[in-house]
């Protein structure tokens, strides 16, 4: 079963685009993404990539982490760590910080290894902009 977002972070808070659904176009967040369904098109996230084991990726992802199961045809673009699943099926290139690889992890594609601050010229440069803030956590009110 795929992992879930971090325990810390509220389901408000993360991106989603469920089993079944299909999105194309570009999406940019501050926050945590996680898909399930089919994506066509870039992503950008300040926070973690969580791609689940059915959803198929046509393009590129660029973010912080990713813990990836499915399918893709495309590149990472990762600022620190790819983690790719038993099952995972990549065709594309790795621009990463660390790489983790389970067993049966599938891989056709060219990796590089980054050095401190590469990521952020080169996400700079893929975006036109830079790369989203991570969104503040809201102060708790006292009851």
């Known amino acids: 079963m795929a992992k879930t977002m971090e325990p810390n972070i509220s389901v408000n808070e993360v991106s989603r685009i469920s089993a079944g659904s299909v999105f194309k176009g570009e999406i940019s967040s501050p926050n945590d993404i996680r898909i399930d369904g089919t994506f066509e098109g870039k992503v950008y996230s300040k926070g973690r990539v969580v791609v689940g084991e059915k959803a ?10 990713v813990d990836f199961w499915g399918v893709i045809q495309g590149n990472f673009y990762v600022k620190d760590t790819l ?21 049966d992890a599938r891989f056709n ?25 991570p969104a503040q956590p809201q102060p708790q009110q006292e009851k």
Do not use: Y
């Open 83 to 103: 983690s790719l699943k038993g099952g995972c099926k990549v065709d594309g290139d790795l621009h990463i910080k660390r790489l983790q690889v389970e067993l």
């Open 109 to 133: 594609g060219n990796c590089k290894m980054l050095a401190e601050g590469e990521f952020d010229k080169l996400a700079a440069q893929l975006t036109g902009q830079p790369m989203p803030r």
């Open 56 to 65: 198929v990726v046509k393009g590129d992802i660029i973010c912080q982490n």
